[in-house]
């Protein structure tokens, strides 16, 4: 089963996940970020999913996890919590 290890920013708007893209791609760190800003529990860790398989994220979040292209930040991607930021930096 293929893995891949992500981490994200959720917020609850499109308006504030394109705020925080930009700073991102200004070279604000992305942990910095989401330890502030993200309403998810992996905010702790930096946004940190940690390993995931497929299926275990809603699928617009899993579609970027298994679907794009690595090392590069998606999004603004809505699911039912919010607009997420999303980093994939490992797939096997």
């Known amino acids: 089963m293929p893995l891949a290890m992500a ?3 959720l917020v609850k708007t499109r308006e504030e996940a394109e705020k925080l893209l930009q700073r991102l ?8 970020l989401a330890k502030k800003y993200s309403t ?3 905010a ?3 946004g940190d999913l940690g390993e995931v398989s497929p299926g275990q994220m809603v699928k617009p979040i899993d579609n970027v996890i298994f679907r794009k292209p690595i090392k ?3 999004g603004p991607v809505k ?3 919010g607009f997420h930021l999303v980093e994939v930096y490992f797939r096997d």
């Not at 791609?25 to 910095?32: A, Q, S």
């Open 40 to 42: 998810c529990n992996s």
């Open 79 to 81: 699911s039912q919590f």
């Open 72 to 74: 590069k930040v998606h």
């Open 25 to 32: 791609k200004k070279g604000e760190p992305f942990d910095k």
């Open 7 to 9: 981490r994200h920013i």
């Open 44 to 46: 702790k860790r930096g």
